[in-house]
Nanobody
Framework: QVQLVESGGGLVQPGGSLRLSCAAS????????MGWYRQAPGKQRELVAA???????NYGDSVKGRFTISRDNAKNTVSLQMSSLKPEDTAVYYC?????????????WGQGTQVTVSS
């Protein structure tokens, strides 16, 4: 089992910045993917950004150039630096830990943290 604890959500004005952090604990394997997803009311959960343990990144089209994902493998943490925030970035943001081991996929989710972009 893997436990994920998120922090850093809140209310921010359009154009502002916010940083989310997520700490993983439990049965952590060195090769994995950590990422952030978000879900706005009435919409499906979507990928925001993901990063492998090797440092390869993937971003959703709507956040490219504005958000930056990073991780600290020694501390099992992943962070999301969000800049130039827009009202449409308002959503619950979820941290995700994913790995594939011996042909079996494992995916764990945090409890979610609310990000609201509003003036």
């Amino acid at each position: 089992q893997v436990q994920l604890v998120e922090s850093g959500g809140g209310l921010v004005q359009p154009g502002g910045s916010l940083r989310l952090s997520c700490a993983a604990s439990g049965s952590i394997f060195s090769i994995n993917v950590m990422g952030w997803y978000r879900q706005a009311p009435g919409k499906q959960r979507e990928l925001v950004a993901a990063i492998t343990s090797g440092g390869s990144t993937n971003y959703g089209d709507s956040v490219k150039g504005r958000f930056t994902i990073s991780r600290d493998n020694a501390k099992n943490t992943v962070s999301l630096q969000m800049s130039s925030l827009k009202p449409e970035d308002t959503a619950v943001y979820y941290c995700n830990y994913f790995l594939r081991r011996v042909g079996v996929e494992y995916s764990y989710w945090g409890q979610g943290t609310q990000v609201t972009v509003s003036s």
